[in-house]
């Protein structure tokens, strides 16, 4: 499930059209010229991003929960009621709910104490197969570390801050928190426009439309499906991992 949840979302990002004989649903063609100001967050983000490092304050709830501000996703937009998929799920509504960092019925998962190097791999490795452990491994770390060594026009850029903020704004979106993590990082380094991109991809991927591609940066368009790569792979490992926690909890209470 987490698999198809992973490239149905990484189709939508990306503006995929469906198959020709599915019935005919049009990918918004609405569009629009890069916003003002997408020049000037791309070199802001260049500037830090040469500089190497940013604030190494640690985390705190009040930086994880307002990394998150400005991204409430429109809860009266629905689902397409001809969307393709219908027919799987049945009569059953599962919308997206924000998470709620100060819920009395779950709680913060610390990525510390629910890794997939610590307990996925192993969880995985001892209750399917090596090979699939091996496979999902080979897929996390490629899709992370691959990088041209560009922003836009400028080459020799170092992107590893860049990748790993919208990593973690994956993870803070499903309430996986890094302690050893600054989450205005995450602030410093997407722009308001790419976040929202970067949730709806998350959340609601059926929602994307042209004009959200327009991300807030100067991206071509291989940077673009790098970002909806890295969104896709770190939902899947986040889904698999809340799947591998429960199951878990389940076989201590035995």
């Given at each position: 499930m987490s698999t198809y949840r992973a490239l149905s979302g990484f189709g939508w990002a990306v503006g995929l059209v469906h198959e020709i004989d599915f019935p005919k649903e049009e990918f918004s063609n609405s569009s629009e010229l890069e916003p003002e100001d997408a020049k000037i967050h791309t070199d802001s983000l260049l500037?830090?991003?040469?500089?190497?490092?940013?604030?190494?304050?640690?985390?705190?709830?009040?930086?994880?929960a307002a990394s998150e501000g400005g991204c409430k996703l429109d809860q009266s937009?629905?689902?397409?009621?001809?969307?393709?998929?219908?027919?799987?799920?049945?009569?059953?509504?599962m919308e997206?709910?924000?998470?709620?960092?100060?819920?009395?019925?779950?709680?913060?998962?610390?990525?510390?104490?629910y890794s997939w190097s610590q307990q996925g791999y192993e969880f995985t490795k001892r209750y399917f197969s090596e090979r699939m452990a091996s496979l999902f491994d080979e897929e996390i770390n490629h899709i992370y570390s691959l990088t041209y060594n560009k922003l836009g026009k400028d080459r020799g850029v170092d992107t590893r801050l860049f990748r790993r903020a919208v990593w973690v704004y994956i993870h803070?979106?499903?309430?996986?928190?890094?302690?050893?993590?600054?989450?205005?990082?995450?602030?410093?380094?997407?722009?308001?426009?790419?976040?929202?991109?970067?949730?709806?991809?998350?959340?609601k991927p059926y929602l994307i439309e042209a004009q959200d591609l327009n991300v807030g940066l100067h991206l071509s368009p291989s940077e673009k499906a790098h970002i909806a790569l890295l969104a896709s792979c770190s939902r899947k490992l986040i889904e698999t991992l809340y799947g591998i926690v429960a199951i878990l909890k389940y076989l201590k209470k035995k």
């Open positions: 500037e830090k991003l040469k500089g190497g490092k940013l604030n190494d304050q640690k985390c705190n709830l009040n930086n994880f937009e629905k689902k397409p009621s001809s969307c393709i998929t219908d027919k799987y799920v049945g009569n059953y509504n997206h709910t924000d998470f709620d960092i100060h819920s009395k019925t779950y709680s913060i998962l610390h990525v510390e104490q803070r979106i499903q309430g996986f928190l890094h302690d050893d993590y600054n989450y205005d990082c995450i602030n410093e380094m997407l722009p308001i426009r790419l976040k929202m991109y970067i949730k709806k991809l998350t959340c």
